[in-house]
């Protein structure tokens, strides 16, 4: 497949199974005998979220809610929900399904939001963590990988809505 953009293969599709795989047993494992409504951020958490719910062997309720803060590959700062999730949260054990935890200011509203509606405890499961670009104080409760500085694309996540079904993690080179 030709890109229109250089591309480096950092993470492999196998790899990539076998974390989500590994994190759905520990989330089930964490979850059992509890109520757990999971909640994936749109777009960027669509594939790994699809993936991941299925390795979760709990009746589970789900939705999707859409929080923006990016603009190409910058960070805008202001995070903008476009779309929110119509799950009643309150007193409910809530997982949100990030992509990436980057700046941690779209995950850190969404969590506090949760919390305002009641619910009972929300947790962060995030399929990359990137701590080094940290400007809020949050941590993924759960995640399948930390990677360093380097703007990647491939399993959900894209560079201007490109390279979302890729299989696998790349960077990209500008």
Request: hydrophobic residues 45%.
């Amino acid at each position: 497949m030709e890109h229109r953009h250089k591309l480096v293969q950092m993470i492999s599709a196998e790899k990539i199974a076998k974390a989500v795989a590994e994190l759905g047993k520990t989330l089930t494992a964490d979850y059992a005998g509890k109520q757990l409504a999971v909640i994936g951020v749109l777009k960027g958490s669509f594939v790994f979220m699809s993936d991941l719910v299925r390795k979760i062997d709990l009746p589970i309720t789900l939705d999707f809610i859409s929080a923006k803060s990016y603009k190409g590959t910058v960070s805008v700062g202001a995070v903008n929900v476009k779309m929110d999730t119509e799950l009643d949260v309150d007193k409910k054990n809530v997982l949100l399904v990030e992509d990436i935890l980057d700046t941690g200011r779209t995950l850190s509203v969404l969590k506090e939001t949760m919390l305002a509606r009641g619910a009972a405890d929300v947790k962060i499961a995030a399929f990359m963590d990137k701590p080094s670009r940290r400007a809020i104080d949050i941590t993924a409760d759960y995640k399948c990988f930390t990677i360093d500085d380097k703007f990647v694309v491939g399993y959900g996540l894209d560079y201007d809505e490109y390279y979302r079904n890729l299989d696998y993690i790349a960077e990209v080179i500008l």
